[in-house]
Nanobody, 125 residues
Framework: QVRLVESGGGLVQPGGSLRLSCAAS????????MGWFRQAPGKGREFVAA????????YYADSVKGRFTISRDNAKSMVYLQMNSLKPEDTAVYYC??????????????????WGQGTQVTVSS
């Protein structure tokens, strides 16, 4: 079992930045690839970014590439999402998720076993 708790969401103006954090507890954090997903009102949950267990490779949705950066600190059991140049369309609840070893499809929502409760990000002037 892995417990995930997100923090760092809030209200920010367009063009601003936020840094989301996800604290993991339970089973060995470094055994899991980690991902961030988001869900806007009335829409399905979508992939945002992922990072492999070692932190060596990262993956991004086209909509956030060049603006968002995912990172992890295995010693602290933490994963982060640095979000820059935020746009109103980035408004959503952001979820942290853990993917056990196996499939290399980091974009697939069902590949992730454990989920946090989400943190709201609102981009508005």
């Amino acid at each position: 079992q892995v417990r995930l708790v997100e923090s760092g969401g809030g209200l920010v103006q367009p063009g601003g930045s936020l840094r989301l954090s996800c604290a993991a507890s339970g089973r060995i954090f470094s055994s899991y690839a980690m991902g961030w997903f988001r869900q806007a009102p009335g829409k399905g949950r979508e992939f945002v970014a992922a990072i492999i267990r070692s932190g060596g490779n990262t993956y991004y949705a086209d909509s956030v590439k060049g603006r968002f950066t995912i990172s992890r600190d295995n010693a602290k059991s933490m994963v982060y999402l640095q979000m820059n140049s935020l746009k109103p369309e980035d408004t959503a609840v952001y979820y942290c998720a853990a993917k056990p070893p196996g499939s290399d499809n980091y974009y697939y929502i069902r590949a992730y076993t454990y989920w946090g409760q989400g943190t709201q990000v609102t981009v508005s002037s």
